[in-house]
């Protein structure tokens, strides 16, 4: 039995945040917005409330029913929430004169507290609000101040409720971790069960009791999260998950038969089937972003019921769908869950009429690998880069020609491995090369050149909700530009992408 936590959500740019560091101390937790309470309290051994863009003086601020929850079971409020629990509990909270933003020391900490064991005076700590609490509840106590904010971290007295003016989940808050622990280890007494083992062992055995000698089919991408969902389906019902990987002509360079050959040493019951014709000719003369995208899953859609037709009995769909797709299709006044129909959340057509299994609906990408590691899964195969969906389809701005799908796999094939060879790989959450609807003049030899231009992109991130380009060295990007412009026909010039998410976005389309 997990001791599961939960997150109410207010619409903080860092809830997932909250509950990745969660996870890191090994304790299971849950994300609900605030407004949509779990129907039993009962299975949660301690609640974090988040921040929030809101101020709590404003008239639609996120006001939660806490009835179940204050004084019952241990509460810790998080910035908005700790304004909530003064603001609603007698106390004070007002604008503040200046932004209170950035990074701060904790200049005093209250002696033998629970709370703060461990955590050393002048501990960096993060701020993040515009208003602040300007007079605790009578029945509260401060257990921490920095030099500009007094009522930085207290204690309602009575009951197992805390609250921090700051964010303990960002990497700025030297201790935030410690923290964290401290409240739901020490105060809340919640298990540290959450590890990859226990997922494996109690996820199994769920499946097994879901599916009994049902049929299951699951498309394979040939990337960590439907390949880990595949190595659990098939521990707990073995040949009868059949999986259907599709050559859509959009893979990356040979890649359609190298999956495939990694996948036979997985003992997985699987059917390749190349469709790249069919997906090429619906795409041709299509240049919208948007439109290529339905096209692509549309005849996906085709290809993989074609497919699943020919297995007789078939019941379930398994699908990789993890905890970041579930929170992003969840409704939330806030940024922390922008609504976006995602491709493994929207629901299945209605012709297909399977039921759905999702093992890794609450795991993070990080948990997945580890998950699969627990496995003893390739290494190689668990440490790939994302890939989109769509595949090249949008990394080729413009239509899609056979022909410009070979120059941007060459292309690509050059930039993946040079990353490897130069033991870059590893380092990049993400990279790959966008051919551009660009012709730039050029010389080769003696003569003029009129060729495509090529953009590289590499970035570094956690779970791909904000991203950093990777300074990757001059002399790997000099190498591996002469080599694309000797190597592919058809390309002249190369760039290198040097913008960050936010404000860009990883791929271009």
Not at 39 to 65: N, Q, T, W
Not at 124 to 140: G, Y
Not at 214 to 236: E, N, P, T
Not at 288 to 316: C, L
Request: aromatic letters at 8%.
């Amino acid at each position: 039995m997990q001791h599961n936590v939960l997150i109410l959500d207010f619409g903080s740019q860092y809830t997932q945040l909250i509950a990745r560091r969660v996870r890191e101390l090994n304790i299971y937790c849950e994300i609900h917005p605030f407004n949509h309470l779990p129907d039993d309290i009962s299975r949660f051994k301690a609640v974090i409330l988040s921040g929030s863009p809101y101020s709590v003086r404003a008239e639609d601020a996120p006001h939660p029913d806490l009835s179940a929850i204050r004084g019952k079971m241990p509460l810790l409020g998080v910035c908005y929430g700790a304004q909530y629990l003064v603001h609603f509990g007698g106390g004070s909270v007002e604008a503040s004169n200046t932004r209170e933003y950035g990074r701060a020391n904790l200049s005093y900490i209250i002696e033998d507290e629970p709370f703060f064991e461990g955590v050393p005076l002048g501990t960096q700590v993060w701020m993040s609000h515009s208003d602040t609490i300007k007079k605790l509840p009578d029945n509260a106590r401060i257990l921490a101040s920095t030099s500009d904010v007094e009522n930085a971290a207290y204690k309602i007295e009575g009951e197992p409720t805390y609250a921090i003016q700051f964010h303990p989940e960002v990497y700025h808050s030297t201790d935030g971790k410690k923290i964290l622990e401290n409240f739901l280890v020490n105060i809340a007494g919640v298990a540290q069960t959450w590890t990859p083992d226990n997922f494996v062992d109690m996820t199994v055995a769920s499946l097994k009791e879901q599916l009994g000698n049902d049929k299951v089919v699951l498309a394979l991408s040939g990337g960590v999260d439907s390949s880990v969902a595949a190595m659990l389906l098939h521990r707990a019902i073995g040949k009868n998950l059949h999986c259907i990987f599709v050559n859509n002509g959009l893979l990356r360079k040979n890649e359609f038969e190298r999956v495939l050959e990694r996948y036979e040493g997985m003992e997985l019951n699987i059917t390749g089937v190349d469709a790249s014709a069919r997906f090429l000719n619906a795409l041709a003369g299509v240049d919208d972003p948007e439109q290529k995208r339905k096209i692509i899953g549309r005849t996906f859609i085709e290809v993989f019921d074609d497919e699943a037709h020919k297995i007789k009995d078939v019941k379930w769909l398994g699908q990789g769908t993890i905890y970041p797709d579930v929170i992003e299709s969840i409704s939330v006044n806030g940024p922390s869950a922008t609504i976006k129909s995602h491709h493994n959340v929207g629901g299945l057509p209605d012709f297909m009429k399977l039921k759905v299994v999702e093992p890794l609906r609450m795991l993070f990408k990080d948990e997945v690998r580890r998950v699969g590691a627990s496995m003893d899964m390739d290494a190689g195969l668990l440490g790939r880069h994302p890939f989109p969906g769509p595949g090249l389809a949008i990394r080729i701005l413009g239509d899609i020609t056979p022909e410009k799908v070979r120059i941007l796999q060459e292309v690509d094939d050059i930039f993946i491995n040079g990353l490897k060879s130069w033991g870059l790989y590893n380092k990049v959450w993400q990279a790959g090369a966008i051919l551009l609807p660009v012709n730039s003049v050029g010389v080769m030899g003696d003569e003029r050149t009129y060729e495509k231009c090529v953009a590289l992109r590499a970035v570094e991130s956690t779970d791909g909700m904000t991203a950093d380009w990777v300074n990757l060295p001059y002399d790997f990007l000099q190498k591996t530009s002469n080599d694309i412009i000797n190597k592919v026909k058809g390309v002249n010039r190369v760039v290198y992408d040097i913008s960050s998410k936010p404000p860009a976005t990883i791929e271009w389309e």
